[in-house]
């Protein structure tokens, strides 16, 4: 069907290409008689050609073929405009192949049927239609325009050209491959009608990251509000949007996910692969900083329990403080390991250095057996956690201070001698967590000042077994002190000299 004649009125503004509300300039920037590819011819209405498209005589023609449509498309009888389509010669070309090099060479023309009230839905062909254009004596029986165009281009041309016949553009719309083809068309015409329905289209269906860099160049040449939904989908509305996902993430993969492991997983990959450095760092310490507290605080209740309610009632409330601690414990070994991963534990290396107070309430909690019936794993968990970070620091993954790495010691070396004490029968696991945190706790301690060393090591005289044999990580520990003890100081030294 042919479309209703969309007249349009002197004035009008040509599409801007960076990214103006603007649609157009004024109609005298967009037509220049001077140009060479407009071309007006008047002249007496002759029989047109019967054949509906003008070529070269040319051997070699990689143009289609328009079909004609009576009283419609490249209809020769009914026609008053013939528009010419001639490769852009200056274009890049895709292929470098000589055969097709020669067929692009030798074809010189193409040209097409159009009716003047049809082209006016483009605001393009409305400027070159106007009345500018007429002379003041005579009559105009058609006119004669020349467009430039590239190999890859043609015969989307040619469709947005049907398309200006048909009023229901976006049924014709079925991928969004096509709508990319036609939309960059669509805008350098001047086709308001096509270029909504392509982006309609574009709008409301997924994109292969291929098209969406195409989507991407061509949102600078849409209005604002034509883009609005084409930006939203691609660009973050504000700079930390990745972090708020990857937080929120591990939020719902460590508390609200029914199958935690897998969610943990899937989310350990998102950290490795979609996050920067500084990214993870962020949101991992926010939320290392949220299990940490809650942690503390069940521990802290459960250890100075409030006695004046009914006595049930305060046993179910440590039996919960208990639970709590052990689960938000589990995700804290989980993010610590992300972390040390990710080699972004500083903080939480720090952190974990400067828990006086939770160790104390760890220790009176181990010694009492209310929690062994519990939650029995809870001292595991508290030793994994800091042996992950304290075999960080002993390994130099992340480099902590000397006074980070003192206290780190000092404050769960206790909490490790309660549980090798308090914690029977040992597991096989048990004995294993503790006798590597035994070792890395005394490669730290070789690190430090021999004043620190000589207070630390003499803490650590139950690491030591019925068979001296069995703790060779100790002996090596106090040989390596009493080597450098035994040192002649630097100063003596000097003196001897």
């Known amino acids: 069907m042919i479309g209703g004649g969309n007249g349009g009125t002197g004035g009008s503004k040509k599409r801007h290409r960076v990214g103006s509300n603007s649609r157009l300039s004024s109609t005298a920037s967009l037509i220049d008689s001077s140009r060479p ?31 004609s449509v009576p009283n419609g498309f ?19 070309f895709d292929s470098d192949d000589s055969e097709s090099a020669v067929a ?40 004669k325009f020349n467009l430039a165009v590239t190999a890859g281009s043609i015969n989307n041309h040619v469709t947005v050209l049907q398309l200006l016949y048909i009023n229901e553009i976006s049924s014709t ?71 708020e996902m990857l937080h929120g993430l591990i939020l719902t ?83 610590i390991e992300r972390m040390i991963e990710l080699r972004v534990a500083d903080t939480a290396v720090k952190e974990w250095s400067e828990q006086s107070s939770f160790t104390a ?9 209310a929690w062994r019936n519990i939650v029995p794993g809870l001292p595991a968990v508290v030793l994994r956690c800091t042996c992950k970070l304290a075999n960080a620091v002993a390994a130099g993954v992340i480099l902590a201070s000397r006074q980070v790495r003192m206290k780190m010691v000092k404050d769960w070396l206790p909490v490790l001698i309660v549980c090798k004490d308090n914690v029977t029968p040992m597991l096989t696991n048990h004995k294993s967590l503790y006798l590597e945190l035994e070792e890395t706790f005394l490669k730290i301690i070789s690190t430090l000042p021999m004043s620190e060393a000589q207070e630390l090591l003499q ?39």
């Open 37 to 67: 590819d407009i071309t007006l011819t008047e002249g007496s209405h002759k029989p047109l050609p019967t054949s509906s498209i003008r070529r070269s005589n040319s051997r070699h023609s990689f143009l289609p073929v328009a079909p």
């Open 74 to 92: 490249n209809d020769p009888i009914t026609a008053d405009v013939i528009l010419r389509l001639y490769l852009d010669q200056s274009s890049p």
């Open 104 to 143: 692009i060479d030798s074809t010189t023309e193409f040209e097409i049927y159009l009716h003047s009230s049809v082209l006016r839905r483009s605001k393009y062909f409305s400027a070159l239609l106007s009345d500018r254009w007429k002379k003041e004596s005579g009559e105009v029986d058609y006119y």
């Open 173 to 243: 719309i079925d991928t969004a491959s096509k709508a990319l083809e036609l939309l960059p068309i669509a805008l350098e015409l001047l086709f308001e009608d096509c270029v909504t329905a392509c982006v309609r289209y574009l709008e409301a269906v997924p994109w292969t990251e291929e098209e969406e860099l195409i989507v991407l160049s061509l949102i600078p040449l849409l209005r604002d509000e034509e883009s609005l939904e084409l930006l939203a989908r691609v660009s973050p509305p504000k700079s930390d949007l990745s972090e």
């Open 253 to 335: 993969a460590i508390h609200n996910h029914p199958n935690m492991a897998f969610a943990k997983a899937f989310v350990a990959k998102l950290l490795r692969d979609f996050s920067s450095r500084e990214s993870a760092r962020r949101v991992l310490d926010k939320s290392f900083e949220t299990s940490l507290k809650v942690v503390k605080e069940s521990l802290e209740e459960y250890s100075s329990p409030d006695f004046r309610g009914d006595h049930n009632e305060t046993e179910a409330i440590q039996r919960l403080n208990l639970h709590t601690a052990m689960t938000n414990g589990r995700h804290l070994l989980w993010l």
């Open 361 to 369: 309430d760890l220790q009176r909690a181990f010694r009492d057996d």
């Open 459 to 497: 803490q650590c005289l139950s690491f030591s077994t019925r068979n001296v044999e069995d703790c060779p990580h100790l002996v090596s520990a106090f040989t390596t002190w009493f080597r450098r003890a035994n040192r002649q100081s630097t100063g003596d030294h000097h003196q001897v000299s």
